[in-house]
């Protein structure tokens, strides 16, 4: 059956990003120190075999979640995020038209229909699911099925945290796997129901 | 040599304490959820592996090191943390007489002074941090040298946060030891220099 998972690099300190975000400066001051991980790795035969594990494992996936705040700044990928899975970009607002050029993206309002779409579109794959706001409502909204972190041994300082606004409810979780790479410790969990 | 080397119990989402802490209630509503997993550990010899790990290891310190916000609430640890071994309180402010009561007890109101005269009690043994405003202060004066996070598999969604006020330059971490115990992640880091 298909999960959403939350694919996620987040330093020690719970900052997915630096300070000061904006459309050209996507990641924050500073927040590309949590993706050096991945350099070097478009050769996964090169690979740290924790890193190669996981990123397979996220190249696998069978349909993309994300939010505008994640798709933009990306440049929407081009239209293709890997292996030209459907991408499903959940937005209240209709898209500007450099972005709703590709047909393998569809934007979608509400959050529910969007999990829904991208889990039929995955078909027995898993949905990746990328951004803050996203995983945020999927959260509050019980939708995600799993969290997949790629710890950073730093302490950014300050930036945007990815766990936030989520209330006082604890959210209980099971770790499945923890695979040291070279340098992230890539943590996964289950959100426990 | 001797190193200062915190401890905390953290969740996924960062916390270390849930929301309204008070002096009854140290740990914050369900904040207690962060330390079960040290339930059943007083009988080493039946813990996980990776549990007795980390707890030997804890408990082989030869100084503590905490603020009053952590020592007051525990009750001072009635004066003995483990083993007899010294305590040094930093705090700005002399102690109330129930906690100046016991000898291995010291009240430092000088961070640097406080981290001196630790690691010297503690000869070649390491220094055990405890406690938020400690390690924060530690961190900012360049004074902590390994962090050991247990990280519990949970969201708390509101608390308070071990990372914060660090301002926003990076402080660099290498990851020297991921153990997984029965629940927790223990990850263990050096501060980079």
Redesign the interface.
């Known amino acids: 059956m298909s999960s959403t998972v939350l694919y996620m690099s987040m330093s020690?300190?719970?900052f997915i990003a630096?300070?000061n975000e904006r459309p050209d400066n996507g990641l924050g001051?500073?927040g590309e120190?949590l993706h050096e991980w991945t350099e070097g790795l478009e050769d996964l035969a090169q690979a740290d075999e924790g890193d190669r594990k996981v990123l397979e494992d996220f190249l696998s996936t069978g349909a993309v979640l994300a939010g505008r705040g994640t798709f933009e700044p990306a440049g929407g990928w081009g239209g293709d995020h890997h292996d030209g899975v459907p991408i499903f970009i959940f937005s209240r607002h209709q898209p500007t038209p450099e972005y709703a050029q590709w047909p393998a993206v569809t934007f979608v309002s509400d959050i529910g229909d969007a999990v829904r779409r991208a889990k039929e579109a995955a078909g027995d794959k898993n949905v990746l699911v990328h951004g803050v706001g996203t995983a945020q409502h999927c959260?509050r909204a019980d939708l995600l099925d799993e969290?997949q972190?790629h710890?950073i041994?730093?302490?950014?300082?300050?930036g945007r945290?990815?766990?936030e606004h989520?209330?006082?409810?604890?959210?209980?979780?099971?770790?499945t796997q923890?695979v040291?790479g070279r340098?992230a410790?890539h943590?996964r969990?289950r959100v426990r129901r």
Do not use: K, N, S
């Open positions: 020690l300190d719970g630096g300070p001051d500073g120190r959260l969290i972190i710890l041994p730093v302490l950014l300082g300050e945290r990815l766990f989520l209330g006082a409810e604890h959210i209980e979780l099971d770790t923890v040291r340098e410790t943590l969990y």
